[in-house]
């Protein structure tokens, strides 16, 4: 079957780094989504890679190992607007976004 | 470019009364819609994809005469929730898919926030 795995919750200090991380299986791979998505918001586009590596855009960069299964978001400043979920999604072969459940970053002054 | 909005932002209506969500690309021509529903805590749930001028595919347990979907044109699709209930109460977003853009670029409306009392 298809799954996304990512952390429920993730709390860091304000002016630090944090990684999320996430996992997937998909039938067949057309690129890897993430999104942020604020309370009683729509999500809105961060990255995707569809390439093995790093892709970096200003304080947000993400990863992403084909063969692994994984990505990761970082991101680094950390700001106390960070706060809010983070939706790992995948692309399938039908080209069908597969999301998982987010990771709620926290951000302590 | 490529903005997505909803309307209506948030309704509130009785039980067993329809609703309408408008969705709308209003910069692109979309000839993939989608509509997701999130509820509290939760990730985003595909309800069904609506392709201009044919009938929407819903998803497994989504039922397609309780969620009616309309994709009468490139830049229009409607979401009727019919006799809606309270467990139909959530957070309704959609998202476009541009006709000239890449496969994999999708927009998001900003949501509908739907309480049924």
């Known amino acids: 079957g298809q799954n996304i795995d990512q952390p429920t919750e993730m709390t860091a200090t304000e002016g630090a780094i944090v990684q999320i991380n996430c996992t997937y299986q998909?039938?067949?791979?057309?690129?890897l989504f993430w999104y942020q998505q604020h309370a009683g918001e729509a999500p809105t586009f961060l990255s995707y890679?569809?390439l093995d590596g790093l892709e970096e855009k200003g304080r947000f960069s993400s990863f992403l190992s084909r063969s692994k299964g994984y990505s990761y978001l970082l991101l680094k400043e950390l700001q106390m607007k960070d706060s809010a979920s983070y939706l790992c999604?995948?692309?399938?072969?039908?080209?069908?976004?597969?999301w998982g459940a987010g990771t709620k970053l926290i951000i302590k002054p | 470019g490529a903005v997505v909005s909803q309307h209506p932002s948030w309704v509130i209506c009785k039980s067993g009364t329809s609703v309408k969500i408008e969705c709308r690309s209003l910069?692109?021509?979309?000839?993939?819609m989608f509509w997701y529903r999130q509820f509290p805590k939760q990730s985003l749930m595909l309800m069904a994809t609506?392709?201009?001028?044919?009938?929407?595919?819903?998803e497994q347990g989504v039922e397609k005469d309780k969620f009616l979907i309309n994709h009468a044109s490139l830049t229009l699709s409607t979401l009727t929730v019919t006799s809606a209930h309270p467990e139909d109460s959530s957070f309704y977003i959609c998202?476009?898919?541009?006709?000239?853009?890449?496969?994999?670029?999708?927009?998001f409306g900003p949501g509908t926030r739907l309480t049924v009392t």
């Open positions: 998202s476009a898919r541009e006709l000239a853009g890449e496969a994999y670029e999708q927009y």
């Open positions: 910069d692109f021509q979309a000839t993939t």
């Open positions: 609506s392709n201009e001028g044919s009938k929407a595919t819903y």
């Open positions: 998909t039938s067949g791979f057309n690129g």
């Open positions: 890679n569809v």
């Open positions: 999604a995948a692309m399938d072969s039908n080209y069908q976004l597969i």
